[in-house]
């Protein structure tokens, strides 16, 4: 009976370790597919994640009625007072104030042609190019009217999305326990632990977020409202409205909301035009050395630097949606990466 030929040592050990690095050379390649095919199916579906996460924004600001209110209701009859009071706010808000808004957003309106107006008579007093300028002007005016049909299809869905949103918010706030329980089933068990400390960390850290932009937004719509009612601004309640809107994108938005403000005050005088600069400029260092460094700090600081960078790449990627909801990814992202990797991995303290 003939013996099997001997293999020297090392091709034995070749020999043995070549089927197991087979299955991890498949095994690595079909996570990769995996990743891949999640990440395309992602960005296919990058509106609908988007919209999501305001969902989960939404449920973080109706956590805070829905605590208070769970302590003496159970948890569901909360949630719908919760959705009860605030359809019966906006209804009554909207009431109070539709007068007010429709009159001031009638007169900048009307106010607007004349603000461009001043534009082309500037404009025609500086040269050639502000020649220019001026002869573009009409152009420019008239392709704005003919975007203004989209333009209302985009509210309309904008209002649709902004409802579905609520609703969303509303289901997640409803029953938080068991979508955390069914997340928490997908993870491996060796890293539950990482995982419950994780959802604790970004949950606090948008909590704060949140509670300090709600803060940050109100001071900012009501000392622009009252310093533009000072100023003799006659539509100062609209433009009040709109940087409180604008302030939940820090400083882009801050900054944007101000032009509304500038052109109804060109359109009234030139010195309005300046009173209505100083407002705006006092506003902002307001937010610069005020607000940031007493509320947001003491909620998340996000370095300005990062942030304008965040909200420019959301931007570019993502569109106006992206930008707004650039901060708060941030601010996740910012906590996972300082417990699982620097403190987890690193083993070093965050820097603050």
Request: some cysteine.
């Amino acid at each position: 009976m003939r013996r099997a030929p001997l293999l020297p040592r090392g091709f034995a050990s070749l020999s043995e370790t070549a089927p197991t690095g087979a299955k991890r050379a498949t095994h690595v390649g079909i996570v990769l597919i995996c990743v891949v095919a999640v990440i395309a199916a992602l960005w296919l579906a990058r509106e609908i994640v988007l919209l999501g996460f305001l969902g989960v924004l939404i449920a973080v600001v109706f956590s805070f009625p829905v605590g208070w209110l769970s302590r003496v209701l159970p948890r569901g009859l909360a949630v719908i007072v919760v959705l009860l009071a605030l359809i019966g706010g906006a209804i009554g808000l909207g009431l109070a104030v539709a007068p007010t808004l429709s009159k001031e957003f009638k007169q900048l309106q009307e106010r607007g042609p004349k603000a461009i107006e001043s534009l082309r008579n500037y404009a025609s007093r500086t040269g050639a190019s502000g020649q220019q300028i001026a002869q573009k002007a009409p152009e420019a005016v008239k392709e704005v009217g003919q975007k203004a049909v989209p333009a209302l299809i985009a509210v309309v869905s904008g209002i649709t999305s902004i409802i579905l949103v609520i609703v969303l918010g509303a289901f997640l706030v409803g029953q938080p326990e068991v979508y955390r329980r069914g997340l928490r089933a997908l993870v491996p068990r060796q890293h539950e632990e990482k995982f419950d400390e994780s959802w604790k960390r970004v949950g606090g850290a948008l909590r704060r977020w949140v509670g300090g932009i709600l803060v940050s937004m109100t001071i900012m719509g009501a000392l622009t409202a009252i310093g533009l009612k000072i100023a003799g601004i006659e539509e100062w309640f609209l433009l009040g409205v709109l940087t409180f809107l604008g302030t939940f994108v820090p400083y882009v938005g801050a900054v944007a909301s101000a032009v509304p403000g500038l052109l109804a005050a060109l359109a009234q005088s030139p010195r309005h035009f300046l009173w209505a600069g100083v407002v705006y400029l006092g506003v902002h260092l307001v937010e610069g050395y005020l607000i940031q460094p007493l509320v947001m700090r003491r909620a998340v600081e996000v370095k300005p630097a990062l942030l304008l960078f965040g909200q420019g790449l959301f931007s570019a990627v993502f569109g106006l949606m992206g930008t707004v909801v650039a901060t708060p990814l941030l601010v996740c992202g910012q906590t996972f990466i300082d417990y699982l990797w620097v403190e987890r991995k690193l083993e070093k303290t965050p820097t603050k």
